[in-house]
Structure formats: structure tokens, C-alpha cells
């Protein structure tokens, strides 16, 4: 169907006028696109006289379709209105902009298969980048290559870590892993959730890694990238146990931050610090999940399922010797020297980490001493995963691993599935009253601290739904989500540095801000709006969904961090892996 000329006319020169402009486009939408047969929304932010839409087809002029906005939704999250546009009825593979009479249209998207794939690929990528000790190879790392920053071959035992065959001063070394975040430091807890996630995409999808390539440097090995981005992060974790009693130390970190200078440029004393209850059950968690999967690997990887299971065992002893020894950071520096001020991530309570520690470890073993510790955390409340909340990691893993499952457990992973179906559907209640109609913003707690990752883990928790009981409308919140992530959000933000045409351009990622290249290092997540605004930076919006601040000050809503994009990864991978067994695209 062609459209009146007028009308061409006046989109080419609005779009024409709007490149030129850097402010948000009032059209909020998925900046990379939509499966054919998925559901496709863009939403209308601000008062708009037209009542009209339409998908026209580039290049070229063509109005492929014309739609009826919505009435005018008030947000719950800020005082922005909001209008819905539909298009789901457009199916025809191809590029196109959406378009509003006396709006700048939308920013270019596509429609097809495999359209969500730069965005799983560039988020594991991402990893990549945050490699600690080992240079980043222009033929892998492109423009953001750099060299080795952090060795860590020479790591102090503070005097908070001490112990009677490591007594403080004592030299060992923790080399490689992944920074946390936009600093330098390396820390256990944050590492557990993110190789959680990871490995836990890994297991759903295995056949779909096979073949995923984000060109690193293992990519010609007979290893899944996935996995090998992974175990570069498992080795350095291996090296935080304390081989004599199996405790796993909190962080490997400098004093205090390092500037936002390049890695190695500063080569300050790193230390690890005091033993935890909550680091050293992730880490056993991580150990009996990995030791689960590399156990088909014996000759990729000869003897690593082994290592990995005896070091969780080790760890749950020490647990079990230690059941609730919290990182209290601020009672540590009254104590000892020198005073720690990077990241305390610091956990308090203690249930969830056994829980998920238990759940892993029985599911690798079948060993009832787990199982019972299991029985007494398995009816706990579910809550989405986060640093402080790892529950639901052992809850999935459980539902995962369940064939076989003993007999006393049997009832309670049954009602499991129905809990997380009735969490689902809560997730789901409130979307048609969204204003931007996704999951993500049912509440005002939503937006903290790294909010994204709540976006990010509520669409795992559906695609869980979804592997429970294979209704698609668990999925269409999954991707409602992944819409926010790519751009239909209050900010109008593609949050994913690299992708999209308005994203992420100054996180608060000292490679990013250091390495004098004007574009910032690609496929990370920035944590997104936070009313809370802990870096005191300025903010143009301050309300809840709006709350965010594309400036490398803005540590509270602009770092980047491996937590964050863990879930980025296990979304975008499970949609690209569903996408055809969902009927959203024809192979
Ligand atoms: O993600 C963490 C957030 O939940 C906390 O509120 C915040 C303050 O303690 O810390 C965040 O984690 C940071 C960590 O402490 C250090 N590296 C950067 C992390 C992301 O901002």
C-alpha cells in the first residue's frame, strides 16, 4: 500500500532532521527488531495529537501497515504518558522505521529470524573484554585491544584472612578472571551468581552453544565458547580456596579503587581478604555445577570434573564448619590493616547460599547428605536472583536435574514447579497495564541498583516458566523484557554499549573511559535507572524509570558489571535458542 506523498515527504524530512538531533526519540522501541512471529510494540512517550502509526518498509517509502495508537496510559514509575502501537500482524521479513504524524520516526529496526543474535553474542563477548591478566589480542579484541592489566601472581593474605598455614603476608597467587565490573577488583560472590547464570544457560541450551562463537581466543578448541569463557573465570576461582581448609577468601582486591586508568597501569598491592560463609557457598555451588557439566568433557578436558567436585566438598565442610560468617566490611577495617574500601558485597544471610550450594551439589552427586539440607530449604519463598539472593539459581538447577530425584524430595519439586509457575504468572499480572507493556516495572522496586539485571532475570524466570509448561505467553514476557533492555523503556536507552542506534555511550568501565577510543568497549550492560542516585552525579530525570545518567560518573546507574550482563546473556541466548520451537520464526 502506497501512502500519500504528504505524508512520505514529511517522515523523510522529520527522519533527515532527527539524525542531526541527539535528543531521545519519543518512539520507544527494540532498537535491533522482532521475530516475525513474535509480538511487536513500540510505545508512543509524550502527548501526540495522531491517533495513526504506520511500519513503513526502507528503504523506501512503502506504508506496509497502518494501526490505531492506544489510549493514553499513565506510567505507575514516573509522570510520563504513554501510547501503545501494535504491529504484530507484520511478519514480512525486512528493515523499517515506525512512524507517528508530527513525530520524528523510529529509529530503523528489522523483522526476521535470528534478529535478537548480535545482542547474545555481544553480551558473552563481553566477558572477553573484562579478562583480567592476559592481554586482549587485536584480532579478538579489535580497537579495544590492550595489554595484560592485574597479573596477580603476587597477592598478599591480609591479616583478615589469616590463617595458621597462611599467616598474614603470606604470598600466593589468584592470576586471571574477570574483572567485576567497571573497577578492577575480583570478587566471589558476584562471580558465583554470574557463573550461575552462565553455566545454567549452558545447561538449558547445550546444543545451541555448540555452535556459538564470540571469537576468543579458544574458539578453534573442541570447547563450547560459553564454557570457555567460563572456565577462565573457574580457574581463578579454584585459586581463592585456601587448600588447607577449604574456605574461600571474599575478594582478590587492591586497597582501594584504582583510578580510571587503563588495567596495569597502576600496580598497587592486591590482597585477598577474610573468608565468608556466602563466598564459599557460591563457590561450591559454582564448583559441583561445572564439575556436572565438564563431567562429559573428560577428554576436552581431562580431570576438571574431579578438581571441581572436590573442591565444592571441600567448601561445604568449611561451610558446614562456619555456617554463617558474614563479610561485614566496615568491622573488618576496625580490626585490621590496610583498611579495604573497594566493594564489600557484603551478604548477611546465609539460607539462600545453602540452598543453592545444596542444590548443586546434590544434583551432581544424588548424595543425601545434601538432600537433606535440600528438604529444609526447598519450600523457602522464591524470589528473583541476585548478589544477595541466589535461591532461585538452586531452584531452577533442581527443576533442570529432577529426573531421578529421591523419593522424599519428589513432592516438594512438583510443588516447586507450581510456585514458580504462580511467581510467573505474578510477573506477568501487571503488564497490560504497563505503559511501556513489559514485565519489568510491575513495582517501583524495580529500579535500584542495578536494575537491568532485575529485567534481566525476571525474562529467565519466564523462559523457566515457559520450560515448566510450554505457554508461550511466559516467552512473550521474556521478550517483553528483552524489548526494555534494547530500548522500549523510559529513557528510550539501548542499554548494551555497541548496540542499537541510541545506546550506552560513557559507562562507568575505566577501560571505556581510559583507552582514549571514543566508543566504549561493546556488549556491556549498564546497571540502568536507580532513584537512588548513591554517586550523587547529575541526573536530567530522577523519577523511578527514568532515574538514568549516560555518564561515566554515574556509578550508581552506568557500570557495568559481569552480574548484569550474566543475565543478559542467559535472556538473549534462550530466545535466539526458542525461537523457532516457539513458532516466532520458520527455520
Ligand atoms: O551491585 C552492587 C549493588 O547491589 C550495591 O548496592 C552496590 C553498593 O554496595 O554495589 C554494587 O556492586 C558494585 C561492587 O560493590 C563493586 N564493583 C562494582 C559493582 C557494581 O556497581
Redesign the pocket.
Known sequence: MKYTLAFIVFCLFAYNGYTQLQETNPIRINQLGFYSYAPKTAIVVGNTTADHFYVIGLPGTDTIYRGLLTAAIASANSSLTTRVANFSTVTQPGNYVLAVPGLAPSYAFRIGRQVQYPVAVAALKGFYYQRASMPLEAQYAGQWARPAGHPDNIVFVHPSAASGKRPAGTVISTPGGWY????Y?K?IV?AGISMGTLLSAYEDFPGYFDTLKTNIPESNDKIPDLLNEALYNLRWMLSMQDPYDGGVYNKCTNASFDGMVMPGVTKLPRYVVQKGTAATLDFAAVMAQCSRITSRMGKQLPGLADSCLRAAKKAWQWALKNPALAYDQTAMNKQFEPVIT?????DRSFTDEWCWAAAELYSTTKNKEYASVLAERINDTLALP???NVRMLGFYTLLRNQAGVDKSLQPAVQMLQQRLLLFADSLLAPVAQNAFQTVMGRSRRDF???SNANAANQGIALVNAYFISKNEKYLQGALSNLDYLLGRNATGYCFITGIGSRSTLHP?HRPSVADGIAAPVPGLLA?GPNPGR?DKCPYEFTEPETAYADSDCS??SN?I?I??NAPLVCLATALEALQYAAGYSKP
Open positions: 567485576d565490573a567497571g573497577d577488583n570478587y558476584n573497594t566493594g564489600a558485597y557484603g541476585s548478589w544477595g535500584n541498583w542495578g562507568h546497571g548513591q556509578y550508581a557500570e558489571a552480574n548484569w
